[in-house]
């Protein structure tokens, strides 16, 4: 076990606000902030565990993997003046402490009903919008187009980040409720919505983004998007002769993506970013762990276009910029040359318009599902959250939403 002293000395850090802003203003899934760590206090593991769990069964993921300084500990008074309280370091300890001690919570099914919900998409919203019906007796079949279940949790977040195990625990517990597992079952072609709709009561869309945006370097091999590279890391197929490699992109998606090239014997990582480290959006500590690992931020510059004989990219031809009212404009006459045998695009993914469009669903200017205050979209019976609804989502956001959504589905099937 970690240092108890020091557990204790960060949660008696803790004030025990009245007003929690820590839980309300800042934790989407509004753990219950104050109560775990005062357990902390009083030595109650298996209590601050406990309650933990019962709010929200991806605890270990979300102390593990929240932006916590943009959510909870962005919003602890204790910042105000000093450091914040480190709720997410709190939150790993109490789940790391139940997994070392093989103490579990139970995932409860409530009395049986007879309506049926598909959820499709086994990401964290799928599985929370799952987990919260079957929870209240519904029947309920998640429908995932990969072989596994996890979505972006099992194939976009690596394992240096966040253990498979702790996914693939939260999907047995759910598989002893009696949740419907079906894998390679891709929506749109194997289901679609209309089919769904004559054989369950409700239908929960939480596909993700899945389309990655890219844009057009010219006809070279070895330029990849941050999902096939993320996946191929995740599956243990190792991508080969990556040489020098270049990610371009600043979120927590290209740090991932960086340490996994360097993971895959990469020659050289750089990361490609257009503005500054100042506006770059992803986690210090990620950035600080990718620079730990050997990769090479270099900032304020745009990548063109690529240069090499034939298919064989050799190096960018990239610009250098400033930043103009936040934004990053290219400085005239500043081009130069970054050697790469390989590029990672890494600038964001977007919800696959077509797919969506084909099922008649309507979408915001974005290309988001568009949804109402309680995630229900343009179809009748049809609900939304998660990444596919939102843009820059966090996994605990998705969580949120799918909540939400839950809430409505289940308003709706008692109402009818
Ligand atoms: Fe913080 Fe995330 Fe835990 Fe909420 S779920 S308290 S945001 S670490
Ligand atoms: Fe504790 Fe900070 Fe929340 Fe106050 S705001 S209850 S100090 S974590």
Redesign the pocket.
């Known amino acids: 076990m970690e240092n108890l002293e020091e557990i204790k000395q960060k949660a008696n850090w803790c004030l025990q606000c009245k007003t929690r802003p ?1 839980q309300e203003k ?4 509004h ?1 219950n ?1 104050p109560e775990f760590i005062s357990k902390i206090k009083e030595e109650k593991f298996k209590e601050a565990y406990d309650i933990l769990q019962e709010n ?1 069964i991806f ?1 270990h993921i ?2 593990t993997i ?1 932006p ?1 300084e943009d ?3 962005g919003k602890c008074v204790r910042a105000i003046k000093q450091v914040p309280t480190s ?2 370091y709190l ?1 790993k300890f109490i789940n790391e402490w139940a997994e070392e001690n093989n103490y579990e919570f139970e995932y409860k099914v409530g009395e049986e009903k007879d309506k049926k919900v598909a959820v499709i998409g086994s990401g964290p919203a799928g599985l929370e919008c799952a987990y919260e019906l079957r929870k209240q007796g519904y029947k309920v079949t998640i429908f995932e187009k990969d072989e596994d279940y996890g979505g972006i949790l099992r194939y976009g977040i690596p394992d240096f980040r966040l253990s498979k195990d702790i996914i693939q625990n939260i999907i047995d517990k759910l598989k002893k409720m009696e949740i419907v597992f079906r894998n390679n079952t891709c929506f749109g072609k194997d289901i679609k919505i209309d089919d769904l709709k004559n054989e369950f009561d409700a239908i929960f869309l939480g596909i993700g983004a899945e389309k990655p945006s890219t844009y057009d370097l010219g006809d070279f091999e070895n330029i990849y998007d941050s999902d096939t590279f993320l996946r191929a890391y995740n599956n243990r197929k190792y991508l080969e002769k990556l040489g020098d490699v270049v990610v371009i992109g600043g979120g927590n998606v290209a740090m991932d993506s960086a340490r996994a090239a360097i993971r895959m014997n990469a020659k050289s990582v750089s990361i490609l970013y257009r503005r500054d480290e100042e506006h770059m959006p992803a986690r210090k500590i990620e950035l600080e762990d990718a620079i730990k690992d050997g990769v090479i931020p270099v900032f304020l510059t745009r990548v063109i276009k690529g240069k090499g004989t034939g298919r064989k990219l050799e190096k960018l031809e990239c610009i250098k910029t400033e930043i103009i009212d936040h934004k990053a404009i290219d400085k005239v006459n500043s081009e130069f040359e970054y050697k790469a045998d390989s590029v990672v695009f890494a600038i964001g993914l977007k919800p696959n318009k077509e797919l969506l469009q084909k099922q008649n669903i309507e979408l915001n200017e974005y290309g988001l599902i568009k949804v109402d205050e309680n995630c229900r979209t343009s179809i009748e019976k049809v609900y939304a959250g998660g990444d596919v609804m939102e843009s820059k989502s966090t996994v ?1 956001r998705a969580i949120s939403s799918a909540r939400i959504a839950a809430k409505a589905i289940i308003s709706d099937l008692e109402s009818r």
């Open positions: 820590c800042g934790c989407p899934v753990t902030i929200n605890s979300c102390g929240c916590q959510q909870c500990e709720i997410g939150e605990c």
